[in-house]
């Protein structure tokens, strides 16, 4: 492959022509999910949390194809005219990316780190008393240590950085920080969508031609797109209508979850929009300008969450054997960092798609008060009863459960005790809780004994809550403009107040109370045996 490097204008590759090589040619980034986690636990532990970027990043690997290009009269008479290999990786070769990640990665693992098997691209160091942690998505760093200054020191003896400092910007999200007695530092961070939107909508409103106007939820409550029988869009409205999908599937993940379940439920359409599905969306991003500063917020104290009845069976033994116990990775990292208490919401919406009476299922996972992950999915299966769609959603829950006990174990960070299952169907709950429970429909028999054998383990904890104090109501269903601000609320508008949280002592089996806008709010215990 030649190329001309004699002018600047020309010194990207065009590796888009070329063939592509056998071997894998991207690189994997840390997730947002990844980032999420380092944030929450960062303030957990006391870290700092600096960031920066790599000048020229893809600069500084080798490559492994084979470019040259002829030199030019600025090298030289002597050297003019000769075929000179490129042996330096350069942007627009089709492998750069990999080659800077196996450096990065070379490099961090001579200076003691350690790729995290929880999250791509996270990586550790052991200080002998805690971790430290380091997230890199391309050429940008998080970086989450106590001294962190002298992690971006090392750096700077290989690489050219700037944007050294606490950040302020990652991934196209927001960071700041409010002051509330949310940890021990007296603040903690947040990140926000909000200089995204601000960008994004008046783009959109150029190129409708015409401005938002504001809408108090993100879709009306009576309004189902699978029903939507106006006509096609155009081809250029098509367009719009992805980049408005587009640009709302990042807004969720910088945070704004809750534009999720719309903006899920519209994209089923993005291959055939209608001009109704196209209104829809405008409406949805007017909710998103009426309503900019949702943020996560870093809350590590332990989640309140209000009067749960909790079931737990006895003797599981007689259905699951006697070696009945958590599988624990075998290569976990020793534990040093404070332990977590790992709560997930889990709801479904019965028969929610009214053509195929598909039902939907909605999951909010918090690390102690931070939530750091949010699901929304259309069931696979169509299900005669709530209790079936429950159950399905039920098993999804159970299995992020798991995933999650074992993210912050190869983390270093011990798990609180079981985590805390909270769903609304009482029949659900308890029949997946209690030994003498049977199924009576066969081909629930998977979802049912996933959910069973996980509490007969002890990895959860299910509870039955209220229907209004399900989060992941947020996710199931298109909810009218008290309710979704009733639930925005708990959310990513919170507000930080001086109530203590002391949350339930799943171990202890013991009533506790917390206080929570100055009301006492009883948490109880039911064995049932």
Known sequence: MKHDLRRKTRQVAGGHVTDPPAEDIYSTVAPPEGVYNVFFIAEDNDLDIWGGDVGNAYLNGTTREKVYCILGPEYGPELVGRVALVVKSFYGLKTSCARWNEHIGDNLRKWGWFRSKAFNDVWMRDLGETYEYLAIYSDDIIVASKEPAKVFEEFKEVYTLKGIGPPEHFLGAAIGRVKGPLNKKGSTSTLSAKTSLQNTI?????????????????????????????????????????????????????????????????????????????????????????????????????????????????????????????????????????????????????????????????????????????????????????????????????????????????????????????????????????????????????????????????????????????????????????QTHSKNQQLIFRSVDSGECKGLNPITKETCETKSDQRTVKTTVRSLT
């Open 202 to 482: 008046p783009k959109f409103e150029k190129l409708f031609g015409e401005p938002f106007r504001s809408y108090t939820v993100p879709m009306s409550p009576d309004y189902h797109p699978e029903l939507d029988e106006s006509p096609l869009v155009n081809a250029d409205d098509h367009s719009k209508y992805r980049s408005l999908l587009g640009s709302g599937q990042w807004a969720i993940t910088l945070g704004r979850i809750d534009i999720q379940y719309a903006t899920t439920m519209l994209a089923r359409f993005s291959m055939s929009p209608r001009e109704g599905h196209l209104i829809a969306l405008k409406k949805m991003w007017g909710y998103l300008k009426g309503h900019m500063k949702g943020r996560i917020l870093f809350d590590t104290r332990p989640l309140d969450v209000g009067e749960v009845e909790y079931f737990e069976g006895s003797n599981w033994r007689q259905i699951y054997g006697d070696d009945l116990k958590e599988d624990l990775p075998p290569d976990m990292p020793e534990a040093k960092m404070k332990p977590v208490q790992i709560t997930i919401y889990f709801d479904a919406s019965h028969g929610n798609d009214m053509v195929t009476r598909k039902s939907v299922t909605g999951i909010l996972v918090f690390v102690n008060g931070s939530l750091v992950r949010s699901y929304c999915k259309k069931q696979n299966t169509v299900e005669a009863s709530t209790y079936g769609a429950e159950l399905m959603a039920g098993r999804i829950a159970t299995e992020m459960a798991v995933e999650y006990r074992y993210y912050y174990r190869m983390l270093g960070i011990p798990i609180d005790g079981p985590v805390r299952l909270l769903g609304d169907n009482k029949g659900m709950i308890q029949t997946c809780a209690r030994m003498s429970a049977q199924l009576k429909k066969k081909h629930h028999a998977i979802s049912y004994h996933i959910v069973r054998e996980q509490a007969a383990i002890g990895t959860i904890l299910p509870g039955h809550i209220g229907t209004q104090h399900n989060l992941a109501d947020i996710n199931t269903k298109q909810l009218n403009g008290p």
